[in-house]
């Protein structure tokens, strides 16, 4: 095949009148309007002088146009860089720079903010809003509607995700067409998704979830998508009636859960609902099936793996666990000191192999070889067990994560910036429990001594440089951190003690 992710996921429906998205506006949008689309976009940015393997940075409200671009950056061998809108130019800053990306894409709105970074980085600078205008639209208009697909194959790289790591600093993981293809097509077939599913999609397209799961599987299978700017609950619960499946993080389906409109008669057409991204409470999974009927299907992935395990679509979705490692992924228990693996039933980390397994962090050898096995396990960071049947289930994290609304907060990166506040000795940064977020940030500061700390101060200065939703909710100050023997920070005496603030 000559551009196999392309060929497969979009190519197919090139002449196709079938619909492909439904918009806030009542407007639809076809198949072939989109691929029309995204086809100006990928001569676009070939006249821009992008050759095969460039990597082009977006951070763009998300709009068919924006996924067109996604589209675009396939269909001419490029790779996609999708960044969350809530990035400060700061953090963008360092993506751009880190990646080298040719081109940046972004609004109008913060075009001024970018401009300085896109020059020192001597990449292009174009803007693409919500509405379809833009500079870049403009001088793709008048391109021909059609694009010759540039010859790309599964080993090539598609797509950078950043993640961060407990050193504070992102990585950019590197995934080929064939991650993308290999995952898509085990989910289609795992998910039943048939030309049949309007699917309801109201996440974000810049991370795993919302642009690979939702989106590549609706391709593949030809599907539709009612496709929402953001997650509202009332436009969720007026779209229910015309969708078939939805796919959302826990925070989802507590805010459903917690509108007594959403019945199970609203629900009761509904094919599938899928959960992912952070732990599903057992609870919401018991309330949702009381309220509608449905046992909501929660499955387990990474930024760098896609997704690894799902719980069955005929068979017992089992509360509380993750299922099983999806076909050709192998998944095993390990002894975090040794590697080796651990007895049925033993919880130890959880190691991933398959098809679906990212090649690496962007120019980081030594980050790669240290959670990517030379024998192609990816060493995961989260804790688990696998029952006598064979059900995967997540105990925990070896790694200092907290996972917010889905959104995934590195604690290091914080506790750099709080330690630079003035007058600060240092500082722990925790994820307790919250009710819409599951988890949310509160940063523990200790004081140089005599000095007296201004936390409002505080939280403008870090305000300037760190998104909305990693900015620590509480900042509280104690006398000195918890250690143990060694020295090391006790977070989890810390997070006992903060457990209930913001309940
Ligand atoms: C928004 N805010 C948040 C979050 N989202 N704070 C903490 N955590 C969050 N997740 C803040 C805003 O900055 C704002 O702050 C206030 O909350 C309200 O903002 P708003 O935009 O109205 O929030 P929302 O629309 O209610 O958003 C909540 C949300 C959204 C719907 C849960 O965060 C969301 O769509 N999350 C999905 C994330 C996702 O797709 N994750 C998948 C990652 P203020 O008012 O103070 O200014 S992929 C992944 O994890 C792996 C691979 C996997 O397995 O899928
Ligand atoms: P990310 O780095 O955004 O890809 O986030 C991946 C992390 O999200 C995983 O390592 C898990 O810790 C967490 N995660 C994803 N899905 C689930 C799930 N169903 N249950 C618990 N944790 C999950």
Redesign the pocket.
Known sequence: MANPLFDTLFGQHLQSDAIFLHLLDGNKLTYADFLETAARYAGYLTEAGLNAGDRVAVQIEKSPEALAIYAACVQAGLIFLPLNT?YTAAEVAYFVENSGAGIVLCDDRIRDALAPIAKRCEAKLETLNADGSGSLPQQAASLPKTFETVPRSEDDLAAFLYTSGTTGRSKGAMLSQGNLLSNAQALKNEWRFTSEDVLLH???IF????LF?ASNVTLLAGGQMIFLP???LDQMIADMPRATTMMG?P??YTRLLGDERFTKDLSKHMRLFVS???PLLAETHVQFEDRTGHRILE?????ET??NTSNPYDGDRRAGTVGFPLPGVELKITDSQTGATLPQGEIGEIEVRGPNVFKGYWQMPEKTAEELRSDGFFITGDLGQIDANGYVSIVGRNKDLI??????IYPKEIELLLDDQEGVLESAVIGVPHAD?GE?VVGVLVAMPGKALDLEGIKTRIGKSLA??KQPQKLVVLPELPRNTMGKVQKKVLREQYRTVFQ
């Open positions: 809530a109201a996440l974000p991370h795993t979830h919302g799961v953001k997650f509202d993080v925070t989802f992912g991204s952070a499955r387990y992935g990474m930024t896609n997704m996972i917010s609304g889905g959104y995934n977020f949310s909305r939703f």
